[in-house]
């Protein structure tokens, strides 16, 4: 069955644009069907998520969910919003959107409005804004079925072809995604995270049924979007102010209403993929050296301590949580962009990093990171998110506000040396017989603080484990004459198959060099 990940990257890979103006008689009379004004404001949708917490839970229609069956794979792949529809294709905002189809993977319908003046008016679905097959079993869906997400296209007049270029996706449930500098897309962020790997329960996914694109001035670089998001658990309102730069930057606010218990509440969601790379991979699982959409987890405590926590395909779910006071940002970053260590056509190394930027104060709670075995690349198995510290209780109310970073790197860099590489293997001495139960392991620093060490100066690692002992502990410059380049090696001796938590970082007398680098080790039981 395909999954959520392979049917995202294969809609988001190529566009479907179009064209059409506004207000909206310019609209209707380029073929797009319009609804009947009502007025909106923010504020009013904050309100209707509120009151719709306050009441039982309506799952949205699906529209003959007999013919969304049939509306597979292919059949959706040959489904194209006609170029002449896309909503701003002629201005007055520099961005035109295009939509989705509705298939057998997204039956959920979403309604799409446009607002202009605080008066929204939705756009009514018709089969006739898609280009399909004769045969094709879309052609049975009745009038006003709805949508089953929106896309951004490239700037109408910028060096890219907006008919063929997208930067910004929202299909399925609350999940979106957009490239970062590099013109990639990659790892997947979402708007709530209800229940993510609860023993006993069922994670809940709410869907952002309700869609307002606002519009902008003409000439803009932003555009911004708002959204109600409904689930069992949940409501919410939420406004999307996103900017086309170098990278993408969303602004992000979010007001959120529990109608249940919830074990646990994730707010500012990322999802990605890590399957293997350099530090451990089987033997000729797969022809690439790595295969990761992330490679890390990076947090900016709330007292100014940065750390990197190398990802792990482990053995059974593992969920961590890192305790923080008003945190000053996390976020899943591939570091690793060296074409020569994916080798693959699909630009692993292209892959955006995404980080959060709290705005505010968000109190205590946890950075919690989630990792989910996988055997293959077509799953997202990592899941990352700021916990709250209070229990979620029904009746409670949220709001939050961040700004997420789609960048190659994360947008504050620390001065301090940074971890560029874990790596281990069997532990014990060369040419001798390597001891049971020992590893040994590898990890890489490059920056600043490292290149300014004075001549004969070695930097001192400062380690420590949950259990365990190290031993043959050894720090040197890499023999590859680049500045600031250092690794630091050592034995870790551990009984059990329980996971072991490390901590590493270099400093030199009282000056702290680098990052803490973090790690989880599962031993071989």
């Not at 959920?108 to 202009?116: A, G, I, L, N, Q």
């Not at 102010?241 to 930057?249: C, E």
């Not at 692993?348 to 705005?359: C, V």
Request: glycine fraction near 8%; charge should be neutral.
């Amino acid at each position: 069955m395909l999954n959520r990940r392979q049917f995202l990257h294969a809609a988001t890979a190529t566009a479907g644009m179009a064209a059409a103006g506004f207000p909206h008689d310019a609209l209707a009379q380029q073929g797009l069907k319009m609804g009947s004004p009502a007025p909106f404001s923010f504020a009013a949708l904050k309100k209707r998520a509120r009151e719709m917490a306050s009441a039982p839970y309506t799952p949205p229609p699906r529209p003959a969910s007999e013919v969304l069956q049939q509306i597979d794979y292919d059949a959706h792949g040959k489904i194209k919003f006609k170029t002449d529809l896309a909503l701003w294709a002629n201005g007055p905002s520099e961005f035109p959107v295009t939509f989705f189809h509705l298939g057998r993977y997204f039956q959920k319908p979403v309604r799409m409005h446009v607002v202009d003046k605080g008066q929204a008016r939705e756009i009514v679905y018709d089969s006739d804004y898609f280009e399909m097959p004769a045969d094709s079993p879309a052609r049975k869906l009745p009038d006003n079925s709805g949508f089953a997400g929106f896309r951004f296209q490239e700037a109408r007049r910028g060096k890219l072809d907006w008919r063929k270029n997208d930067w910004v996706a929202f299909l399925g449930a609350s999940y979106f995604r957009a490239i970062g500098q590099l013109y990639q897309y990659g790892l997947s962020a979402r708007g709530l995270a209800v229940d993510v790997a609860v023993y006993g329960k069922n994670e809940e996914f709410p869907d952002f049924t309700h869609v307002y694109f606002d519009t902008p001035q003409p000439g803009s670089n932003t555009v911004t979007v708002y959204a109600l998001l409904e689930g069992p658990s949940v409501a919410g309102a939420y406004r999307f102010v996103m900017q086309r730069a170098a990278s993408v930057i969303m602004e992000v606010e979010a007001a959120v209403f529990l109608r249940h218990d919830v074990s646990r509440l994730g707010i500012a969601p990322l999802t990605s993929m890590y399957w293997y790379s350099e530090k451990a991979k089987t033997t000729a699982i797969d022809w690439r050296p790595e295969i990761h959409d992330s490679d890390g987890l990076a947090m900016w405590t709330g007292l100014g301590e940065r750390i990197w926590r190398p990802l792990n395909n482990p053995p059974h779910i593992i969920t961590s949580a890192f305790s923080d006071e008003n945190p000053k940002g996390f976020g899943l970053l591939q570091r690793d962009r060296n074409f020569d260590h994916y080798l693959d056509g699909v630009y692993y190394d292209r892959r955006p990093s995404l980080w959060i930027e709290p705005q505010g104060f968000w109190g205590k709670g946890t950075i919690q990171l989630v990792e989910i075995p996988t055997d293959d690349e077509i799953h997202d198995n990592i899941v990352a998110m700021w916990v709250p510290a209070e229990p979620a209780r029904a009746g409670q109310a949220y709001e939050f506000r961040y700004r997420m970073h789609w960048s190659a790197d994360e947008p504050y860099p620390t001065p301090l040396a940074r971890v560029v590489a874990t790596r281990f293997g069997n532990g014990g001495q060369a040419g001798t017989v390597r001891p049971k139960g020992v590893r040994k392991f590898m990890v890489e620093f490059l920056g600043p603080p490292l290149a300014r060490l004075p001549n004969g100066v070695i930097p001192r690692p400062v380690l420590t484990a949950s259990r365990g002992e190290f031993s043959n502990i050894l720090t040197e410059a890499v023999p590859n004459d680049v500045p600031g380049h250092w690794r630091t090696q050592f034995d870790l001796t551990v009984a059990g198959a329980e996971p072991v938590e490390m901590r590493c970082y270099l400093r030199s007398g009282d000056l702290v060099l680098s990052e803490t680098w973090l790690y989880q080790h599962h031993p071989i039981a």
